[in-house]
């Protein structure tokens, strides 16, 4: 996958007439990264993927789609696709991918004990989110409000500004549903 998502990166920033310095610049992501990362010799993190697809006005879940199949109607879970950070060992795995004609995406994700993922803005002004806890607890920091998460849970929003997610001392696993 990261072959492809390295050609699709390169493509995404060709498409945008930017350079490798012109895109470092509006992401904050050193163009030795980008040079990297577009020829698939390192996996993006979490943080970096989120700059590439804000400069880019695309969610992460849509990047990853882009270098998949068109996603069929019915998913098998033996043929969901996953990825995980190298860095915090977050994990996502897609249960219902975006496509062109449906806007939803479906993410069943894993953040380890003791690991904090921040977001400076999102992907797409107001993008909606419907996150459910599954086990553990989670701090989500949404635009400078904080919300402490049980199992069972439920935080519904819009995203205009920064998120923070955070585990304190056990894993967190959440569905989060985006459209």
Same mark, same amino acid.
């Given at each position: 996958m990261d072959t492809l998502l390295a050609q699709q990166l390169c493509q995404l920033r060709g498409h945008s007439g930017w350079t490798l310095d012109q895109l470092a610049q509006e992401t904050g992501v050193?163009?030795?990264?980008?040079?990297?990362l577009e020829k698939a010799q390192v996996s993006?993190?979490?943080d970096t993927l989120a700059k590439l697809c804000r400069a880019y006005g695309t969610s992460m879940s849509r990047l990853l789609a882009l270098v998949e199949d068109q996603a069929p109607a019915v998913?098998? &879970? !033996?043929?969901?696709?996953?990825?995980?950070?190298?860095k915090t060992g977050f994990q996502r795995s897609v249960v219902s991918p975006p496509s062109a004609d449906l806007a939803g995406e479906w993410l069943d994700c894993r953040l380890p004990a003791g690991q904090r993922l921040s977001y400076d803005?999102?992907?797409?002004?107001?993008?909606e989110h419907h996150l459910l806890l599954l086990s553990g607890q989670l701090a989500v920091t949404v635009q400078g409000h904080a919300h402490h998460l049980n199992t069972g849970d439920c935080l519904r929003y819009r995203l205009y500004g &920064? !998120?923070?997610?955070?585990?304190?001392?056990?894993?967190?696993?959440?569905?989060l549903f985006l459209l």
């Open positions: 050193s163009r030795a990264t980008l040079a990297r993006p993190t979490t998913i098998p &879970a !033996t043929a969901r696709k996953s990825w995980s950070d190298p803005a999102p992907p797409r002004a107001g993008l &920064a !998120t923070c997610f955070e585990t304190s001392a056990e894993d967190a696993h959440y569905h």
